[in-house]
């Protein structure tokens, strides 16, 4: 449909509305997507901390009871990589950079983004769920899940330098722009930078091409992703309070008596 004639018609309808907790990888990555490509929507806010996505009112938009979810009039979709390809292949406007109409290249990006799922989004999740002394999610330190994460998370960032990024391209299918693929494995790196830097230089350190990677995916997606990642900021400093508390008060605060255990 024409892009104005499409913008009209959609005028009518609900607005595109995004179930969302910026501390989720995920979910950063359809925002970003949104904001880059002029996509209007509401940001409902479900916050993973306070067990909002598990109300009877979330499982309704998702059933699955995780973040990001969408609803698009009465359009219903969980899943960030598929509610990424929906929105490129509906809205009109998005430049094909993103999700490139060629079969081949659609299907590299397929490649990618299956791979992500297990494989690299095992990696900085658990190092993030495991490194909070006392955490509002219910979890402490723990040692060996860090080791396992940190393993997960090496394995995958060689295999990205040494295929995906071996060329001399910016971007995980070469070229000069980022695809969905690229925005969503670098919004999933991201989740370390609520370690301290030590730690996440140590861990990120010997991969010069990624680091690479995720300086080029940032400056194509900002000023959106320094926005949208500004959240991380904030949950480093309250880790580092909750640290210094953790360390104070062995045993734990409120938070600790919660018996269900969250991802992120
Ligand atoms: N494969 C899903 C992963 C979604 C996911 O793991 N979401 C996390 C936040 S990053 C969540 O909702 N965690 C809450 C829970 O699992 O209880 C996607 O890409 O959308």
Redo the contacts with the bound molecule.
Sequence with gaps: MHAKKWRESKKTKMKLKVYADRM????RAVIIFCKLNGIEYEEVRVD?SKLQ?LTPEYSEINPM????AIVDGRFKL????AILIYLACSYPGIPDHWYPADVRKRSEIHSVLDWH?SNLRRGPGIIYQNTIPVSVLGRRFNPEAVAEGEKFLSASLSKIESFWLKDKGQFLLGGNKPSIADLSLVCDIMQLEVLDETDRDRLLGPYKKVEQWIENTRSAANPHFDEVHKILIKAKEKRQNLRLKGANNEGGGSAMKKPWL???
Excluded: G
């Design positions: 989720s990888q995920p979910v993973i996505h009871n995780q973040l990001p969980f899943e960030s990589h799922h969250s991802r992120i």
